[in-house]
């Protein structure tokens, strides 16, 4: 089936997130409020490197430094209140009501090259679905680089397994234990990842890979179904994107979104969502 791929076209919210669900990609450019969060991610990069240039501070960093100023960057940006805002308006921006919302904090990922580091705070992602991580198959993703970005260090997706099984290591996840456990391993993890994330069981055939190459907070939405994940960076040049999950009530009241072709992860539903945050209120969803 071919997946179709929607430039900056107007949908209401719900016809957007049916066409999302059934598998369809949607670039919209030129939004006030990703430029927004763009702007910040790129000045508490600055301000943790200590430099206006972080795309090569890596080269005159060793790596247990990097990666420290990597998670110092991480927690800032993912516990501010100002990018909990953004979504909010991104989501007005964009003609959904944040009322209708939760939202997972959004998260700034850095990549610099691949033989550097592809471990802990800066692991590439071997191609997954977000539902092996334990979401909800409703659940729509964005992504957006920060700094303008090239096809080879970009975001990969493979869509013609958006209904395809893909033999995987999913039944060994648990999202509860990977919140309370593993996610905060990541900056011991340097050489090599020793934290059990979810993987193919089989070669996964790249024939229709989607590389989208596009400008700061050009952003990509898309549903967590779609098999994807990281172009191992083999340039000099650091990579910077920002994504982050959003969940509407609706899809969750009444179970919609795409089938689950292949996911055994535990611990969504309930305690998946105690981790949200409302879009309304920008208070957890369990306060
Ligand atoms: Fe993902």
Redesign the pocket.
Known sequence: MATNIILNQVFTDATRRKLIHSGDIFLISALKSTAKMCDYAFQVVCDKFKTANPETAFLDLPVEEFAKKVEKVKNEFSNSFYSKELIRELLIETDSDPAEYYFDVPRIRIVPNYDYLHAGVSYA?SP?R?TW?GGPTYQI?HWMPVLPIKPEVSMAIWPNYFSKTVKNSSETFDITRWDKVERKKAVENIKVETRPHPLPFEEINRESELRIAGSPGDIIIFSANHL?GTVPNQTNTTRFSIDFRVFNKLDIKEANGPDNVDSEATGMDGDYLQQMFDANTLLKYAS
């Open positions: 992602y997954h977000d991580y993703n994807h």
